[in-house]
Structures are given as structure tokens and as C-alpha cells.
């Protein structure tokens, strides 16, 4: 049980464009869901917080005009990166919370890379 | 906010010898503390966990002990294989009803040499 996907698992694109990446919570609801940022050889950096049916609450420094988060179900958020730039090609990794538990549960990631 | 520094960055152990991993936190009030296992291109995998009324917590050949008072809490692998070679991190969090976000450690890469 607990398992959540991404998709796409690795997608490329030019600059200027933008780019959708979905998360799904498989076998439970996500009231909470979480996205991540990681560069090479670094730790994940939390980039937003999304409730169902919320606005997301953004990091300091996340543009939140530029990483668009939708959680419009218990089971699907969706990042979108509007206007890709080489600098935001990274490892995007979502998780997802069921109600007040502690655990949080990974997907698999996606690699953006932005040419 | 919370700050959670890891040590080592990297660690080589010979097949069958333990690891451990350390981890230090600033937030007094974190209350929870997960590891997870990295393997290359995939994302973070829960292995084991504790809360802060426990001092420690087995689960086969990995354990984690924590002290909060001393706010440091470690991961310990022993009988090392070739396949836990991957990227440990841990992270800490408080947990309550607003939510539970996860501040990371910056990663321990094990390498197990057979």
C-alpha cells in the first residue's frame, strides 16, 4: 500500500516552454500532498505544500507564478513549470500525506531537463 | 526554522562491516525523524523511523537511536550488503495538525564494497 507515481519519469523540453508533471496517490486519499526540488548530488528542497482543495503554500524563494500547483482531487496535484529555463532542468519529486499521519509517502521523481 | 545537518557526506564500508550516519537538529520542538534510502533516479524510500518519546528502534539489521537532549539522532546498518549502497538521508519534523514538512539532512552516499 501507500504508493504514489509521477509522470512523466523524465521529460525534455525548450526554453520558454512549459511543462506538467502529475502526482498520484495510488491506493490512499492525499489530503496533503508535497513537492520537491533536487539538484545533482544535493538533498531534496521542499518547494511547496498543497492541501485538496487549497492554494499551495510556497517556500521562500519558490515563484509561485512560475511552478504552478494544482491538488484539485484527493488523489492527483500537478506541478506545472511555466517558462522553463536550462536552470530549472532538476529531479522534481513529489509526496503525499494521508490525513494527520506522520509518514510521508515518495513518488518516483521526474528529470526535467530544459534545453 | 529547522536545520538538520548529516555526517558523513560519504561513506565506504567493506561488506558485512557496519555504517552509521549522524544526524544533528536544531528545532527542540521536532518530534519525528524518518531515513530514507535514495537509489540513483528514484525517489527517497521510508526505512525506518522514530518518535521522539522513543530512544530507540530496531527493524532487522537497521536501528536508530535518538537523544534529545543532545538533539542528534543515527542510523545504524549493520551486516552491510552491496545493494545498501545508496544515498541515506534523514530528516526531522514536527508533527501535530497543521501538518508535518520534512527538513533534510544534505545526504549520506554509502558505498558497500563487496
Known amino acids: 500500500g501507500a504508493v504514489v507515481s509521477q509522470h512523466p519519469s523524465w521529460v525534455i523540453c525548450k526554453s520558454g516552454t512549459s511543462v506538467k508533471i502529475e502526482c498520484r496517490s495510488l491506493d490512499f486519499q492525499a489530503t496533503t500532498m508535497f513537492w520537491y526540488r533536487q539538484f545533482p548530488k544535493q538533498s531534496l528542497m521542499l518547494m511547496a505544500t498543497s492541501n485538496e482543495g487549497s492554494k499551495a503554500t510556497y517556500e521562500q524563494g519558490v515563484e509561485k507564478d512560475k511552478f504552478l500547483i494544482n491538488h484539485a482531487s484527493l488523489t492527483l496535484s500537478t506541478l506545472t513549470v511555466t517558462s522553463a529555463h536550462p536552470e530549472d532542468s532538476s529531479f522534481y519529486i513529489c509526496?503525499?500525506?494521508?490525513?494527520?499521519?506522520?509518514?510521508?509517502?515518495f513518488g518516483p521523481g521526474t528529470r526535467l531537463t530544459v534545453t | 526554522g529547522e536545520n538538520v545537518e548529516q555526517h558523513p557526506s560519504t561513506l565506504s564500508v567493506q561488506e558485512g562491516d557496519s555504517a552509521v550516519i549522524k544526524c544533528t537538529y536544531s528545532d527542540s520542538a521536532s518530534n519525528y525523524f524518518p531515513w530514507y534510502k535514495q537509489e540513483l533516479g528514484k525517489g527517497p524510500q521510508l526505512i525506518i523511523d522514530i518518535r521522539s518519546n522513543v530512544g530507540e528502534k530496531k527493524d532487522q539489521r537497521i536501528a536508530v537511536t535518538l537523544n534529545k537532549t543532545a538533539k542528534h539522532f543515527s542510523l545504524h546498518i549493520t551486516e552491510t550488503q552491496p545493494e545498501d549502497s545508496a544515498v541515506y538521508f534523514c530528516a526531522a519534523s514536527i508533527v501535530n495538525n497543521a501538518g508535518n514538512m520534512l527538513t533534510f539532512g544534505g545526504g549520506t552516499r554509502l558505498m558497500v564494497k563487496p
Open positions: 509526496s503525499a500525506r494521508q490525513g494527520s499521519s506522520r509518514e510521508q509517502y
